[in-house]
C-alpha cells in the first residue's frame, strides 16, 4: 500500500501563497492522474487540478491563473503552488493519485488545512 502525504497547508491572508506538496512513500507504477481535491465545510469535495503521469494538466475553472500543479515521477511528489489566495479557497485540501487503464488503484493522502483570511 501507498501512502501519500500532503504538507504545506497553513493561514494565510488573502492575496498570499502557499505551496502544497505531496509525497508518496514509494515509486508507483503505471499511468496514472495525481489529482488535488478540497473539501470546505458543508461542501462537496471538489477536484480543482490534475496532472497525469503523461504531463496533461487540468484546473477547474475557480482556480486557472492562480493555481499550478507539477509533479516529479522520479521523486513520487507532486506540488500545488497556489497564489491570489482568496478566502473561498479555504478547504481541506487532500491529494490523491488514481491508476489508469488496466493499472487499479486509488490512493489517498491525509489532508492539510488551508486558510484564507485577514
Known amino acids: 500500500q501507498v501512502q501519500l502525504v500532503e504538507s504545506g497547508g497553513g493561514l494565510v491572508q488573502p492575496g498570499g501563497s502557499l505551496r502544497l506538496s505531496c509525497a508518496a512513500s514509494?515509486?508507483?507504477?503505471?499511468?496514472?492522474?495525481l489529482g488535488w481535491y478540497r473539501q470546505a465545510p458543508g461542501k462537496q469535495r471538489e477536484l480543482v487540478a490534475s496532472?497525469?503521469?503523461?504531463?496533461?494538466?487540468n484546473y477547474v475553472d475557480s482556480v486557472k491563473g492562480r493555481f499550478t500543479t507539477s509533479r516529479d515521477n522520479a521523486k513520487n511528489t507532486g506540488s500545488l503552488q497556489m497564489n491570489d489566495l482568496k478566502p473561498e479557497d479555504t478547504a481541506v485540501y487532500h491529494c490523491?493519485?488514481?491508476?489508469?487503464?488496466?493499472?487499479?488503484?486509488?490512493?489517498w493522502g491525509q489532508g492539510t488545512q488551508v486558510t484564507v483570511s485577514s
Open positions: 496532472i497525469s503521469s503523461g504531463g496533461t494538466i
Open positions: 490523491n493519485v488514481r491508476g489508469i487503464g488496466i493499472w487499479n488503484y486509488d490512493y
Open positions: 514509494r515509486s508507483i507504477f503505471g499511468t496514472n492522474v
